[in-house]
């Protein structure tokens, strides 16, 4: 079993910025594919980032492109989200994700879809005053 504890959330001015944290924990760390989802209030949650068992392999939703950055450290299985250039319309539950690399071919498939994650974390509140 993985379990996955964000933090770093919070109020925060437009133009601002904010890095949120996954801990993880259950597991090697090495050995899973993360992501990150978002979900604000009324709306379908939806895909912000994504990055590989290495950190070799990242991807983005367009809305994020040029403001975030994900990345992970083996090390202190930890997993990050840079948040630069904040909008109010990036308020919303920040929620990390995780799947194990012996279903790999699932995650490049599809590392921007929900479904492929089996692990998830309970969230971190981000809002972003305007």
């Known amino acids: 079993q993985v379990q996955l504890v964000e933090s770093g959330g919070g109020l925060v001015q437009a133009g601002g910025s904010m890095r949120l944290s996954c801990a993880t924990s259950g597991r090697s760390f090495s050995s899973l594919a993360m992501g990150w989802f978002r979900q604000a209030p009324g709306k379908e949650r939806e895909f912000v980032a994504a990055?590989?068992?290495?950190?070799?392999?990242?991807y983005y939703a367009d809305p994020v492109k040029g403001r975030f950055t994900i990345s992970r450290d083996n090390a202190k299985n930890t997993l990050y989200l840079q948040m630069n250039n904040l909008k109010p319309e990036d308020t919303a539950v920040y929620h990390c994700s995780a799947v194990k690399r012996d279903y790999g071919s699932r995650w490049y498939r599809a590392p921007d879809v929900d479904q492929t994650y089996d692990y998830w974390g309970q969230g971190t509140q981000v809002t972003v005053s305007s």
């Open positions: 990055i590989g068992w290495t950190g070799g392999s990242t």
